[in-house]
């Protein structure tokens, strides 16, 4: 099985920063895309950000020029540096990654539990 640990969430004021790591451990062959995606309240689950296994980033709009989306291969995690953060921000984050658990198999996506973001006006 695979595990995702996710860390870095809590409270900040407006305008500060955090930053979120999500590290996979477990029955692992390879990594193929990682990304964070976010669920505020009473709202469906949304993408903001992911990241190629060979760097290339996409981001949501509302999050362009302030989230910067990073990978280590090595340690097999995935980090979100958030900066001059929003009230609009306040969420859970989830991290999401596709991982291959055998040679010759399908890459299959995982969910981390979940970290929540509360940004104060």
């Known amino acids: 099985q695979v595990q995702l640990e996710e860390s870095g969430g809590g409270l900040v004021q407006a305008g500060g920063s955090l930053r979120l790591s999500c590290a996979a451990s477990g029955r692992i062959v390879s990594l193929n895309a990682m990304g964070w995606y976010r669920q505020h309240a009473g709202r469906q689950r949304e993408l903001v950000t992911t990241i190629t296994r060979d760097g290339s980033t996409n981001y949501a709009d509302s999050v362009k020029g302030r989230f910067t989306i990073t990978r280590d291969n090595a340690k097999n995690t995935v980090y979100l540096q958030m900066n001059s953060l929003k009230s609009e921000d306040t969420a859970v984050y989830y991290c999401?990654?596709?991982?291959?658990?055998?040679?010759?198999?399908?890459?299959?996506?995982?969910w981390g539990k979940g970290t929540l973001v509360t940004v104060s006006a």
């Open positions: 999401n990654v596709e991982v291959r658990t055998s040679l010759y198999g399908p890459y299959m996506n995982y």
